[in-house]
């Protein structure tokens, strides 16, 4: 079983394309996180957040609790932004263990 | 950026040969993990730790040991190394509250990527 699921698994957009991934989980949780990963390199914490939006730069994750439901946007898309990008949560009552999503390869084409 | 860093960051060895992975952060974090990434599995738990010498299994723990005997260093040991542990291994920190608040932000190494053949 898969505590928490993301869609699409890949997507691919045209360079200044508003994108949208969405990320559903299923346990109880203190906090989710949105994490990126560019090919070959290292796991970047992009959010952390427990209720309502956050903005970084071009970046938006927002989450509703009641709907166990987050999504993260790039508005005005660009090829740097082409990564994977995984939801991962905090579950609640397990030790501050963590739940990963399997990501969702991201490709701006230029 | 968060401090932590893994050893070594590439290794290639021989089926049967024991290998030891290191992690070392500088945040004074009290949670440490070890994570193996695979193509199709996402990131999967091997082993943690909540304190030193305080460890536990993760889902994917067999052929696997960790020992934790100071805060900074976290060290995974393949004792006899097998082609299926072929795996970019990640380690990643978090801290679960601050003077009551809530922070839990994971930090994640490097990656050592280890090749058996």
């Known amino acids: 079983k898969n505590e928490v699921e993301q869609s699409p698994q890949n997507l691919t957009a045209q360079e200044g394309e508003f994108i949208t991934i969405n990320c559903s989980y299923s346990?109880?949780?203190?906090?989710l996180h949105w994490l990126q990963q560019h090919p070959g390199g290292g796991i970047v914490s992009l959010f952390m957040?427990?209720?309502g939006k956050k903005k970084h730069g071009r970046l938006i994750a927002t989450i509703n609790i009641q709907e166990k439901h987050s999504s993260l946007h790039i508005t005005a898309s660009h090829p740097r932004d082409s990564a994977v990008y995984i939801c991962a949560v905090t579950a609640l009552n397990t030790g501050n263990q963590f739940y990963f999503g399997t990501g969702t390869s991201l490709t701006v084409i230029p | 950026d968060a401090g932590i860093t893994q050893s070594p960051r590439h290794k290639v060895t021989e089926t049967g040969t024991p290998v030891t992975l290191r992690c070392h952060q500088t945040e004074n974090h009290r949670y440490m993990y070890w994570y193996r990434q695979d193509p199709g599995h996402g990131l999967r738990l091997i082993h943690y730790s909540y304190g030193v010498k305080d460890t536990d299994k993760g889902e994917v723990s067999d052929g696997y040991s960790v020992s934790r005997s100071k805060t900074e260093d976290f060290l995974l040991t393949l004792e006899s190394a097998t082609s299926s542990q072929t795996s970019v291994y990640f380690c990643?920190?978090?801290?679960?509250?601050?003077?009551?608040?809530?922070?839990?932000?994971?930090?994640f190494g490097e990656g050592s990527r280890l090749t058996v053949l």
């Open positions: 990643a920190i978090s801290e679960s509250s601050v003077a009551g608040q809530y922070t839990g932000e994971l930090f």
């Open positions: 957040l427990s209720s």
């Open positions: 346990v109880g949780i203190s906090a």
